[in-house]
């Protein structure tokens, strides 16, 4: 199973952004599938999930502003984020549950500025 991330990039404070991800390989049945991040000198955070049937967290400091999808499909996920924040700055993690098994990709990078 491989995970691959794309869309991060440089943006300028209240701007949006949308990162997406792809999970390929033998899929028997693709559960939770989200975001965690890693800000430089800090410990990875959960940003978002959603399961197959739709349902969807999110944490706190992003609520309102971050949305997740996904294309079952396709076996992909989105995050859009809007009126990003200088705090949002990270390496962005996609995973995908597999067979009970996480699937992590190698990150993209999402820089906030002001």
């Known amino acids: 199973v491989q995970v691959v991330e794309s869309g991060g990039g440089l943006v300028q404070a209240g701007e949006s952004l949308e990162v997406s991800c792809s999970v390929s390989g033998s899929l028997f049945s693709v559960d939770n599938m989200g975001w965690y991040r890693q800000a430089p000198g800090k410990q990875r955070e959960f940003v978002s999930n959603i399961n197959s049937g739709g349902h969807s967290d999110y944490r706190d400091s992003v609520k309102g502003r971050f949305s997740i999808s996904r294309d079952n499909a396709k076996h992909k996920v989105f995050l859009r984020m809007n009126r990003l924040k200088d705090e949002d700055t990270a390496v962005y993690f996609c995973?995908?549950?597999?067979?009970?098994?996480?699937?992590w990709g190698q990150g993209t990078q999402v820089t906030v500025s002001s």
């Open positions: 995973y995908a549950d597999v067979g009970g098994r996480a699937y």
